[in-house]
Every structure is written in C-alpha cells, then in structure tokens.
C-alpha cells in the first residue's frame, strides 16, 4: 500500500528566505506526483504536476523535483512571501490495473511565512 | 476552461436529517468524479470516485451514498446524519488526456457541522 509522507509537519520562516518542503512515497511506481496548496476553510489549488518520466517542473517562484527511484518530491519555494502561507499537500497516483488510478495524498505542511 | 462549483458552501444539520452535497463540471467530458473528506487535523480521506455514468465505488463504508446521473454531476448524499459526519467536504475531477494527463482539480468545498 502506497504511503505518502510529509515532513516538517509545520514551517515557520522569515518573509524572503527560500525554503524547501518534503514529500516521499514508498512505491515508486508511480504515474504522476502532483503539488497542492490548501489555504483555511478552502479547497485544494493545484501548484504543480510532475510526470513519472520529468524530473522537475517550475512555475513562477516554485519549483518541484521527482527522484522515483529514491521515492521522493521536493517543493522549493524561491523568495517566500507572506501570502504564501498555506498549507502544501502532495500526492501520488499510482496505476493500479483494470484503467483504475490509485490516488494517495501526504497530510500536508503548514507553512507561515513571517512579514 | 474547466470549471468545477460546489454548493452548499456552508451547511448545518440537526442529528439524524438527510443531506445532499452537489458538484457539478464544466468545460470537460467524461471527467473521473472524487469526493474526499476532511477532517480537523486530519487527511484527505477518499470517500466515492465514479469513472462513468452510474459508476461509483465507495472506499469506505458508511452512512453516505454517491449517484452520478449526468456525466458531469455528482451527489453525495446521507438519509440520516451522524455526528461523525461533521467536517469538509471536497470534490474534485481529473481527465486523462495528452494534454492534462491525470491532473486533478479540487473544488472549493462544503463545510458540513452536524449537531
């Protein structure tokens, strides 16, 4: 069964420090790993989708890397601001047979970046 | 573009009272429907996906029930409410083309409080 986890659970960071956050997944065989931000009582915003076959994919200020074979995503955050504290979940699709896509997200990373 | 609404955003039901959550997508065909819950503190937990018409699977067993009667329309529904039912629900969809392969998009949520 395919576990996804985050760590830190919680990040605190001083406005403009470039930051990174954690993602590793125990079956590497994976379809696709996409990046979420969640801000409070909202729903999921997608961030970044990254393909089995890439190994990273950037937009604007993120940038989120694949290494499949050691099981893990990072998300780096260049010049982090304060609006974008958030909560960062990711989550891994996994093929699982029969044309079914298995979906498992991480419990995610709260960020707060201070002014 | 696609588009995905929720409705109601906001919803507080007596113990034991029916419910119905609806989604609804546009600018797409043929969409995978998910509905997840989320709870304080805790995950994204995958409550029914549906591939097609008609076609849904529950992941976990419980007092909640899914339909899908039109392609791009999903309804999650409860004849009587537990307390256990409180919390945030998300739909969200994704297609598998080559231009969007496997990226799933959330909506905004239903916040369910059960009293």
């Known amino acids: 069964k395919q576990e996804v986890t985050q760590i830190p659970a919680a990040l605190s960071v001083p406005e403009g420090e470039n930051l990174v956050l954690n993602c590793s997944f125990t079956d590497s065989a994976i379809y696709n790993l996409q990046w979420f931000r969640q801000d409070p009582g909202k729903g999921l915003t997608s961030l970044l989708l990254i393909q089995s076959s890439q190994r990273e994919q950037t937009s604007g200020r993120l940038n989120a890397s694949l290494d499949k074979s050691s099981g893990r995503s990072t998300l780096y955050i260049a010049a982090s601001q304060p609006g974008d504290s958030a909560t960062y979940l990711c989550a891994v699709t996994k093929y699982s047979g029969a044309g079914s896509y298995q979906l498992t997200f991480g419990k995610g990373t709260k960020l707060s970046v201070i002014p | 573009s696609q588009t995905i609404h929720q409705w109601p955003a906001t919803l507080v039901q007596p113990v034991g009272s029916p419910l119905s959550l609806e989604c609804t997508v546009e600018?797409?065909?043929?969409?995978?429907l998910y509905w997840y819950r989320q709870a304080a503190g805790r995950g994204l937990q995958l409550l029914f996906y549906s591939i097609g018409i008609g076609q849904i699977s529950s992941e976990v067993p419980q007092n909640l029930s899914a339909s899908r009667p039109q392609d791009r329309q999903f309804i999650l529904s409860s004849k009587k409410l537990l307390l256990s039912d409180s919390g945030f629900y998300l739909c969200a969809w994704r297609v598998w083309t080559v231009a969007n392969t496997g990226e799933l998009f959330f909506g905004e949520g239903s916040r369910l409080t059960v009293l």
């Open positions: 600018g797409t065909s043929n969409p995978n």
